[in-house]
């Protein structure tokens, strides 16, 4: 079967326009994630996110930290997100012109949307909810258009980027 994250990640890294004003970088998965989560590895490396990406305009250089998230259903389970990148997003998020999001794809309903990891900390911090809804990401987050091809989706990055 095939891990529809990793799915969404491809297509997402497809739509990034060949443009020498985007660099975008995906880490290396770690090695739990090859044996079924298991996060008692020895060697097991937890990284912050699953991509970088420089993104430079008129305006301003911005480093985007970015982890990807395909979920069936109207919510994002807070489970979906490990604690040490919370953490770690959240620190960069004090930097000048780092900018930690979550970017998510609601395959159900064929949404995506990407929240500034400030805005995941809010959610958890105002809430008792285990997950958040989909309206918290159509209410505070940055939609991404979506396109939907034979059997994949195009993201409508260069738009999404426009509006960060």
């Known amino acids: 079967m095939k891990n529809l994250g990793k799915i969404f990640e491809q297509n997402f890294r497809k739509s990034i326009p060949e443009t020498n004003d985007i660099f975008y970088y995906r880490l290396k998965d770690s090695a739990s994630s090859y044996y079924g989560g298991n996060e008692k590895l020895r060697f097991s490396q937890d990284n912050i996110a699953d991509a970088f990406m ?3 305009n ?3 250089n911005l480093l985007l930290i970015l982890e990807f998230k395909h979920h069936k259903g109207k919510s994002l389970p807070l489970s979906c997100i490990r604690k040490n990148q919370l953490v770690e997003m959240t620190n ?3 930097k000048s ?16 949307y990407s929240l ?4 995941v900390n809010k959610f958890i911090e105002e809430s008792n909810r285990k997950s958040i809804p989909i309206e918290f990401f159509e209410q505070y987050g940055i939609p991404i258009n979506v ?6 989706y195009r993201y409508d990055v260069k738009k999404w980027l ?3």
């Open 58 to 60: 008129d305006y301003a």
């Open 97 to 112: 012109q780092v900018l930690p999001m979550i970017v998510v794809f609601f395959s159900d309903v064929e949404k995506c």
């Open 54 to 56: 420089f993104y430079t």
């Open 92 to 94: 960069a998020s004090k």
């Open 147 to 152: 396109e939907k091809l034979k059997t994949n």
């Open 116 to 119: 500034d990891i400030e805005l």
């Open 162 to 164: 426009y509006n960060i």
